[in-house]
């Protein structure tokens, strides 16, 4: 079994900083690609930040020169770094990897954490 846990969500005033982490831990041969989502209500999920096993990341625009991912891999956890807050970034924060579980596995599979609240208000 695998897990992903986030931590780190909170409220925030405009223009402040959190960090978000999620650890994978349970069975797991490698990791793939990890990420961060987030979903504002009434709103889809959306696609935060990606970072693949080798470093490379890409950003939504909304968030570029705010938030930086970084992941350590031997630690099997991935970090989102919020800068310059706004309120518009208010949303349940999700972490997503592509985990292959076992040598065998041809693909990786994907699973998600449970999701983390950040509220950006004054």
């Known amino acids: 079994q695998v897990q992903l846990v986030e931590s780190g969500g909170g409220l925030v005033q405009p223009g402040g900083s959190l960090r978000l982490s999620c650890a994978a831990s349970?069975?797991?041969?490698?990791?793939?690609?990890m990420g961060w989502y987030r979903q504002a209500p009434g709103k889809q999920r959306e696609l935060v930040a990606a970072i693949t096993s080798g470093g490379s990341t890409n950003y939504a625009d909304s968030v570029k020169g705010r938030f930086t991912i970084s992941r350590d891999n031997a630690k099997n956890t991935v970090y989102l770094q919020l800068n310059s807050l706004k309120p518009e970034d208010t949303a349940v924060y999700y972490c997503?990897?592509?985990?292959?579980?076992?040598?065998?596995?041809?693909?990786?599979?994907?699973?998600w954490g449970q999701g983390t609240q950040v509220t950006v208000s004054s």
């Open positions: 349970g069975s797991i041969f490698s990791i793939n690609a």
């Open positions: 997503n990897a592509g985990i292959r579980r076992y040598i065998t596995d041809r693909i990786p599979y994907d699973y």
